[in-house]
């Protein structure tokens, strides 16, 4: 009945709001006081609630208390499944959390017969769901949820047929919480994708007026990563509806693209003429761009057409000719070239946004808009089977994962064990609070270790005054329930500690609602979750996983990303590219930096690391990022109609590049390099920039962009072999 809430999204919100070195007490108060206001989501809540008070009403009603409280039970698990993800993917994930919750009633109530068949059972499990966290956040949280239940009903011994009937009522409760999350499908088929959608146009609109830094990550590399993930299940929907929104997905990350060009080229015209007619021209058609932005975000949240002055794109359009007669106006000295680029990039970000308008307006795509189809999903047993393959790869003890699991799976044995002899009746709250405390990283599992203990602690508390104060009955209990079930799903996700509060609360009245004494509830579950939060801790201390001990790998998957994705790009240069496979390297870079970046966040709360660590952990990553930018201007300045075979010279660029990168990639990874095994690309850029080798300027472009790369992976050259001696002890 407890929450599996992802609180590596809280570390990561709250060290990303304040980047200079914090103390690790200080970083983790930060942690556990940090209310995340994305995740409160009342309809939800309401929902959730319903769900849960609807059986529990029933069976009150139909003199069936049990069996209602039963129904109910399943309802409350398989709601901390729910989300505001697209219905298709929500009910996939609830109706696995509705099968395994289902089957862990089951087999717990077959095996408390036995307390040594019970504690086995449940370690294995425990065993299982550790090793689930290498399969990512949805099958972690499940595996978490499974064991909750399965530890619950492992402590009352039911007959085969009782089991059995325990088993269809938890399913019939998970099925009633599915069919009010999705209920609205059919009549909103589309909306999380809309918002999704909404969220990317609305952050393309700032990037046009706001660019990003080079040593920041690209801007909108959350919301394209989450706007790919809402429009993954739509890869096979052939319905028209499903063809617009991916060609509103294509068309923002050719918008993105062309935005980062022409930010690039102003800076250059920046820096040689501070006064060139085209920059004033430039910043009023980006300006332009972005209203156009906004309103796409706003129609697509609102669903209502575009609300936009007829000549908005006329004027984008006119400003876009008045760029190019800017450049003939400039000094003839500056690089024609650069204006040229200009000139191709207003143009193309101007079709763009005209498509996406045309799209955004109809509510069927345009007979003549052409977008790229995304790769079909993989059939069920080749994702099944890569599925085993990521959990094999995971079995040894270099996988922190498999570390979590072991860790996990002792620690649930020894509470089982300790819980059964301490409360035999309730046996199940000393491993139930090891299995929501404890998780694989240092700042996620102590900021819940403490926020779990007062928070229950807390939370018993305002039970006892509740039971003390008001006059209890089976309709105030309900009216209670109701309370609490909505401010667990409502507030409960955007902090742990309000969570325990009142998840808490309401567990004793669930109970209690049953004609258990309330008192002997209170007291009997504040000592076991502290017993059971304090073990887990320990356990933590005794054989930690450090976020500094992951960093390395991190930051190796990182640069192996980076350079998949550039040697996908240098393909585009030399003919047209496999849009499918642009897209999973593009994907691919940003999990490997969605990862890297949270790690280095949650690096700060560890303790033992100095400022200088974080300060040198932080600066690998501004110049890996500044990689980044170079690398998508680069394939923004690639014409879309086709490019010119590019010099040998570039070339013999790329392959320095990606011999750099994997270079760097293996030093973090433990293995011994040299500095001399590394190409000079400072020299292979020099030549390739050089008079005689140039082509007519149709690559100046290339060239700009090589130049960064050259300076960023330099830097960051650097950088990895001082972090090499730092960790050596040489100086």
Partial sequence: MDSTHSSATTVAKVAAADRQHLSPIKALWRIVTHVDHSKINVWQAVRNTIGVLAPLMAGFAMGMPRGGLAVASGALNVSYSDGSDPYARRAKRMLASTAWCSIAVLLGGLTAHSNTVAVIVATLWAFTAGMLVSLGTTAADVGVISTVVLLVYSAQALT????????????????????????????????????????????????????????????????????????????????LSALRYRSLLSQAERIRLSLTRLTRLRSRLTRESAVHPAIVALDQFRANAAILLRAIANSLDSGKEINLEADRLVLGIALAEQLGRAGEEGAQGFSNAVMRDVKFQAEALGGQLRAAIDLSRNATPAGEAEFEKREALQPLWMRFTSRIATLRANLNLRSGAFRHAVRLMICVALGNSLGRVIHPYRAYWIPMTIVLVLKPEFAVTFSRGVLRIFGTLAGLLLATALFHFLPIHTATQIVLIAVFTFLTRWVGPANYGIFGVSISALIVLLISITGLAPKEVIVARGINTIVGGALALVAYLVWPTWERSRLPDLFAALLDAYRNSFRSVFRKLLAPASPSERERTRQASRIARSNLETSIERLAAEPGISAEQLVQANAMLASSHRFAHALIALEAGIPETGAQTPQLQFKQFAEAVEQTLELLSAILRGQAVAEREFPDLREIHSRMTHPSEAEDGRYTFVAVEADRMVNSLNTLREQVFAWKRSLTGKS
Avoid: C, F, M
Wanted: proline letters at 6%; zero cysteines.
């Fill in 160 to 239: 085969p047929v009782q089991a059995l009937q325990a088993a269809a009522l938890a399913l019939a409760g998970g099925l009633l919480q599915i069919l009010l999350s999705i209920a609205l499908w059919p009549v909103r088929r589309y909306e999380p994708e809309r918002r999704s959608l909404a969220a990317l146009y609305s952050a393309l609109a700032r990037i046009a007026t706001h660019p990003s830094e080079a040593t920041s990550a690209p801007l909108a590399t959350k919301e394209i990563a989450q706007a790919n993930d809402a429009l993954w299940g739509l890869t096979t929907d052939t319905s």
